[in-house]
């Protein structure tokens, strides 16, 4: 994504807002992003690369960077809050499961009052019965919903690095930096668990 949008950013420094219009207006008949089919497949990260740029089409140059940053970060803030509203969930439920696990235990116990005249045999198992509700309300919430909420919040996050790395890209575009400093400005903010060297990119942009 930072090789694209590089790219995007050079063409629009070397010939124009002209020679990039069609690209932005377009993604998916565009030769440049034709080149990266995975990232077309992602829609709201094509879109804002898509839109901020067609803005910065229409307007000629005109626009002041730190409106263009501002447009950027509304976008990637009702991205982002759509992308938690899962993970949200799921966490909720996870807090949820341990008391509705002890509600179970509490309605066995509250049966098992009613059989007190039975012999221990019988109440040990009713009661033992009553407390595999709160077992299991806390296994579930904490053994598999909860570390399923985890991972796919580790896994949205990783995706806001992604959509920041664009926004660096064309803020520093923008403010005319040295190309090898927007790759770097860019680079550098993603996990270094998927963080690509710097002399990789570099040699990917020349071509080699």
Request: hydrophobic residues 50%; without cysteine.
């Amino acid at each position: 994504v930072i090789i694209l949008t590089t790219r995007l950013m050079k063409l629009l420094r070397s010939e124009g807002p002209v020679a990039l219009e069609s690209h932005v207006q377009d993604p998916k008949s565009s030769a440049i992003f034709a080149e990266f089919p995975r990232l077309l497949g992602n829609k709201p990260l094509v879109d804002l690369i898509a839109d901020t740029l067609t803005l910065i089409v229409v307007s000629s140059g005109t626009l002041e960077v730190h409106a263009v940053e501002e447009v950027m970060d509304n976008a990637m803030k009702t991205h982002f809050h759509e992308l938690h509203e899962p993970q949200h969930a799921i966490q909720g439920l996870a807090d949820a499961l341990p008391a509705l696990g002890i509600v179970a235990a509490v309605l066995g116990v509250v049966k098992t009052m009613g059989s007190i005249d039975k012999p221990p045999s019988i109440l040990g198992g009713m009661i033992g019965s009553a407390l595999v509700g709160t077992f299991l309300g806390i296994l579930l919430a904490y053994g598999i919903v909860a570390p399923i909420a985890g991972r796919l919040k580790q896994v949205n996050e990783q995706d806001e690095m992604i959509f920041h790395a664009v926004k660096q890209v064309i803020v520093a575009s923008l403010h005319g930096w040295p190309q090898p400093l927007v790759v770097e400005s860019a680079r550098s903010g993603l996990g270094h668990a998927f963080r690509p060297g710097l002399s990789e990119l570099l040699d990917a942009m020349r071509g080699r």
